[in-house]
């Protein structure tokens, strides 16, 4: 005997305005901040327009990707729907911020082998108005980025850029208080290197779930003891747990029940264990009859 329940809820759909929203704004600003960066020749404002496009091209995909998820499959063969979309998306956006940190990387050395002398006032200006365009994005995209993980990606993008304007700003007032053309590409530097730990934080994240690892803060040791512990069940084995996307973690088990045991109370009491003790809404459990030999096993 088998069974289900499904989880309906989305967070990616419950938070999709918000990267409407965040995308209007990062791609207004990445054209203003390119054109100033040409011309005023600032590696940091160069790297922050850099850090803008990326967001602007992950913020489009996560949006994309956001749909596409929740579109319905007409052919049958998507079994889990499209839901991995959106975390396909958030490993692209971790491809981006890695790509931008390494050509900001490669310039800020050799910037600093070359001082090139930039408007301090350019660089002042744009950071401001970088740093205010971020924040509201920031805001917007906050409440998203714990319970998504493509939210999440376009979240710390944008947090990214956020910090490369505060450089900016900061290179810009070192530039004029001290006349050293060092500060843009130091500053470059030191942002290249925050954002890339980031990145590859938020893709351990991504590899974790296209790996199908146990979702975070679920110890498979712990779920199997608790639904051993369900009245009637005397052997838990083929247990399971992956994460489908953010917020829909994914169960299966087999189950053996005592021979006087009903399989209809098994069923629903694990199913509660998982759902109330481990936040899993969709469990598919088979329960077996000790000495039934109902179950084949697996190879794997």
Not at 53 to 79: E, F, I, M, Q, Y
Not at 89 to 104: D, K, P, Q, T, W
Request: glycine share 12%.
């Amino acid at each position: 005997m088998s069974g289900h329940t499904h989880q309906h809820g989305h967070t990616g759909a419950v938070h999709r305005w918000r990267l409407q929203v965040a995308l209007a704004l990062t791609g207004a600003f990445f054209v203003l901040e390119l054109v100033a960066g040409i011309w005023s020749g600032s590696l940091s404002v160069l790297s922050d327009a850099g850090h803008m496009a990326a967001d602007t091209v992950g913020l489009t995909v996560a949006l994309t990707a956001s749909h596409w998820a929740t579109r319905p499959d007409r052919t049958g063969r998507r079994t889990y729907g499209r839901y991995r979309a959106e975390i396909f998306a958030a490993g692209l956006s971790v491809l981006l911020m890695l790509v931008v940190c390494g050509y900001v990387l490669i310039n800020a050395v050799q910037r600093i082998g070359t001082p090139v002398s930039v408007p301090a006032g350019v660089l002042a200006v744009v950071g401001i108005a970088g740093l205010v365009v971020n924040l509201i994005a920031l805001a917007l995209l906050r409440g998203g980025s714990t319970e998504n993980l493509n939210v999440k990606g376009a979240y710390l993008e944008v947090l990214a850029d956020a910090l490369g304007s505060v450089g900016v700003l900061l290179a810009g007032v070192g530039t004029w208080l001290t006349g050293s053309p060092l500060w843009d590409p130091i500053l470059a530097l030191a942002l290249a290197v925050f954002v890339g730990v980031r990145a590859v934080r938020l893709g351990r994240e991504v590899i974790g779930v296209l790996g199908q690892s146990a979702p975070p803060g679920i110890d498979p040791d712990d779920a199997k003891v608790r639904l051993a512990g369900v009245p009637g069940v005397v052997e838990v084995h083929d247990l399971h747990l992956w994460t489908l996307t953010s917020g829909m973690n994914v169960a299966t088990a087999h189950l053996v029940s005592a021979r006087d045991a009903d399989t209809a109370e098994v069923l629903v009491a694990a199913s509660t264990v998982l759902r109330e003790g481990f936040g899993i809404d969709h469990a598919t459990l088979q329960v077996e009859p000790s000495g039934s030999n109902a179950c084949q096993g697996t190879a794997w």
